[in-house]
T-cell receptor
Framework: EDQVTQSPEALRLQEGESSSLNCSYTVSGLRGLFWYRQDPGKGPEFLFT???AGEEKEKERLKATLTKKESFLHITAPKPEDSATYLCAVQHGSSNTGKLIFGQGTTLQVKP | EAQVTQNPRYLITVTGKKLTVTCSQN?????MSWYRQDPGLGLRQIYY???????DKGDVPEGYKVSRKEKRNFPLILESPSPNQTSLYFC?????????????FGPGTRLLVL
């Protein structure tokens, strides 16, 4: 069964304390893995797309990496404004489908 | 401004009363999709559309209908809403569904079915 699992469910960090969020997946025919940020009461906001194992993307304090089984979102020296829920999603299947599976998210809280 | 709009933003209704949630995008995107978000279950895809007149089921399509008659609009129809459809609904769009690059999400519609 196609599945996307994120861990941990919740993470509390002190400002400046680096850490990583995990997204593991088991799907047939990975076509893309996406990271989103979601603030309370708002729609998800796109962060990164990764297409093949070994690929890395960076944006400010965030860095996303991809292997054949999982992706990591590394947060370096986080600030309180990085507090949000981070969602991972996987596009899978044939090239004619737009199916997307989301993980349940990791809620990050960064304390000053 | 590039955006996805949804209406209404909040809706309280009763079981069995048909309703439509509208979704519109101004970016000339081919791909549009509907999701519901529930505590503990995350975001789940209801239906998606690769282009005009092309729609397909996501993971939780039961009880919902969609249509894509125009490129910019993708309404979600609940013919006979039930309490288990109480949820937060998001519409999203992307340039192409073949490789989902940046997907833009709407602000959400919070639905309560009594």
């Amino acid at each position: 069964e196609d599945q996307v699992t994120q861990s941990p469910e919740a993470l509390r960090l002190q400002e400046g304390e680096s850490s990583s969020l995990n997204c593991s997946y088991t799907v047939s025919g990975l076509r893309g893995l996406f990271w989103y940020r979601q603030d309370p009461g708002k729609g998800p906001e796109f962060l990164f797309t990764l297409y093949s194992a070994g690929e890395e993307k960076e944006k400010e304090r965030l860095k996303a990496t991809l292997t054949k089984k999982e992706s990591f979102l590394h947060i370096t020296a986080p600030k309180p404004e990085d507090s949000a829920t981070y969602l991972c999603a996987v596009q899978h299947g044939s090239s004619n489908t737009g199916k997307l599976i989301f993980g349940q998210g990791t809620t990050l809280q960064v304390k000053p | 401004e590039a955006q996805v709009t949804q209406n209404p933003r909040y809706l309280i209704t009763v079981t069995g009363k048909k309703l439509t949630v509208t979704c519109s995008q101004n970016m000339n995107h081919e791909y549009m999709s509907w999701y519901r978000q529930d505590p503990g279950l995350g975001l789940r895809q209801i239906y998606y559309s690769m282009n005009v007149e092309v729609t397909d089921k996501g993971d939780v399509p039961e009880g919902y209908k969609v249509s894509r008659k125009e490129k910019r609009n993708f309404p979600l129809i609940l013919e006979s809403p039930s309490p288990n459809q109480t949820s937060l609904y998001f519409c999203a769009s992307s340039f192409s569904g073949r490789r989902l690059e940046t997907q833009y999400f709407g602000p959400g519609t919070r639905l309560l079915v009594l």
